[in-house]
């Protein structure tokens, strides 16, 4: 069956670290997106892409950065980690030539940052 | 700007009929979402509406009002599994999420 991983589930940093978040679907959407979630302020869209090659900023997208080498990978990585980035990430994926066009979640990574 | 608002929390009693609302302002419109999210789970997704109007799908009915900026999840015949966050999501060139909506299920 077709699936959407993240990993790791789970991960512990220290401030100033680079850490990759890594993002792999095999639904061959074109479309994939970052969110980070944290209490009080629901999903917000860190970064998206709408094919190989493309990137673009969302709403909450400074320290963050992706690259989109091939249609199944959209790894997110914090140049330089700071505890405000301690938060829940979540991947998504979604297919863009058919509507609804709905989003499907990876289950998550809850990053710490000491 | 854009802004989507739904209230923070909601109590109703298993068996019972339930009402989320969701407003929005965005700087476009191509279509707003419904999903649910568990505790410590993804969100996954519930209904789509494009056009005014009322879709149904089993207990869950959502409808929207594009020119009052307006949509309501309906949630029929609660089950104590309702128990979850509703996240009301607008699509224009990408999809943006309200706070999410926390529904709490009494027996």
């Known amino acids: 069956d077709a699936e959407i991983t993240q990993s790791p589930r789970h991960k512990i940093t220290e401030t100033g670290r680079q850490v990759t978040l890594a993002c792999h679907q095999t639904?061959?959407?074109?479309?994939m997106f970052w969110y980070r979630q944290d209490l009080g302020h629901g999903l917000r869209l860190i970064h998206y892409s709408y094919g190989v090659q493309d990137t673009n900023k969302g709403e909450v997208s400074d320290g963050y950065s992706v690259s989109r080498s091939n249609t199944e990978d959209l790894p997110l990585t914090l140049e330089s980690a700071a505890s405000s980035q301690t938060s829940v990430y979540f991947c998504?994926?979604?297919?863009?030539?058919?509507?609804?066009?709905?989003?499907?979640f990876g289950p998550g990574t809850r990053l710490t940052v000491t | 700007g854009q802004n989507i608002d739904q209230p923070t929390e909601m109590t109703a009693t298993e068996g019972a009929i339930v009402q989320i609302n969701c407003t929005y302002q965005?700087?476009?419109?191509?279509?707003l979402f419904w999903y649910q999210q568990h505790a410590g789970e993804a969100p996954t997704f519930l209904s789509y509406n494009v056009l005014d109007g009322l879709e149904e799908k089993g207990r869950f009915s959502s409808f929207l009002s594009r020119s009052k900026g307006y949509s309501y999840l309906l949630l029929k015949e609660l089950q104590m599994k309702d128990s979850a966050s509703y996240l009301c999501?607008?699509?224009?060139?990408?999809?943006?999420f309200g706070k999410g909506t926390r529904l709490h299920i009494l027996p």
């Open positions: 965005t700087s476009g419109f191509n279509g």
């Open positions: 999501a607008v699509r224009d060139d990408k999809i943006i």
């Open positions: 639904w061959n959407h074109n479309n």
């Open positions: 998504a994926s979604s297919e863009s030539r058919q509507v609804p066009y709905e989003q499907y």
